[in-house]
């Protein structure tokens, strides 16, 4: 089975404060992704990398920031955090699309959940 | 823009009622379709998804959906509610090709009542 983890369930930070998300997973995929998720709003991408040190902006990536130093590992920063970034983080993982019958599915971790007091 | 439509926050049904849940898409070309659920406290998991050939797909725990190229709809539905089918589900599209990115809609809340 593939494997997504995130190194937190629950994370309680303050403002100002630098977090760092860690995302693992151990299927070998090439392209990893960060969303958060708020009610209302469904999931919205902050980031995705299609390969190590490759990084994209997804549709908010305005005060985050990502890491892709190993083909594994998919890290999410907030330089400076702030209260309207208190959400749920959840982070994927997919392989590259090789044709119209490839496994285009993402695979998702269990969420972390921060709060920015 | 490109955007994915969930008409129905939320739906409470009974158990052993039948289910279906609205999903409709913008874009002009046959997209790729997903349905994920998502339990309280849990990640997404895939229900389904459509690439291309048959219209109506099966997916795990009974559900299925009919993608509607006419209506840009994809909707999922199960004849029979179970109450572990409580959860929130995700209808999500990726819109063209290159690095899967995924749009999701706003997600509808299930409730399922004894």
């Known amino acids: 089975d593939v494997k997504v983890t995130q190194s937190s369930r629950y994370l309680v930070k303050r403002t100002g404060e630098k977090v760092f998300l860690e995302c693992v997973q151990d299927?070998?995929?090439?392209?990893m992704f960060w969303y958060r998720q708020d009610p209302g709003l469904g999931l919205r991408l902050i980031y995705f990398?299609?390969?190590?040190?490759?990084?994209e902006k997804g549709d908010i990536p305005e005060g985050y920031s990502v890491s892709r130093e190993k083909k594994e590992r998919f890290s999410l920063i907030l330089e400076s955090a702030s209260t309207n970034q208190t959400s749920m983080y959840l982070c994927a993982s997919s392989s590259l699309p090789t044709g119209i019958s490839s496994g285009n599915e993402q695979f998702f971790g269990p969420g972390t959940r921060l709060t920015v007091l | 823009a490109q955007s994915v439509t969930q008409p129905d926050i939320h739906i409470t049904v009974s158990e052993g009622a039948s289910l279906e849940l609205r999903c409709n898409y913008s874009y002009g070309a046959t997209p790729y379709l997903f349905w994920y659920v998502q339990s309280p406290g849990q990640g997404l998991q895939l229900l389904l998804k459509y690439f291309s050939g048959d219209t109506l797909v099966q997916g795990i725990k009974g559900f299925e959906a009919e993608f509607k190229r006419s209506q840009s709809s994809f909707n999922l539905r199960k004849p029979s509610v179970h109450w572990s089918d409580a959860a929130e589900y995700f209808c999500a599209v990726i819109f063209s090709g290159g690095y899967n990115k995924l749009i999701f809609g706003a997600g509808t809340r299930l409730a399922v009542h004894p």
């Open positions: 990398s299609y390969d190590v040190k490759m990084k």
């Open positions: 299927m070998d995929h090439e392209n």
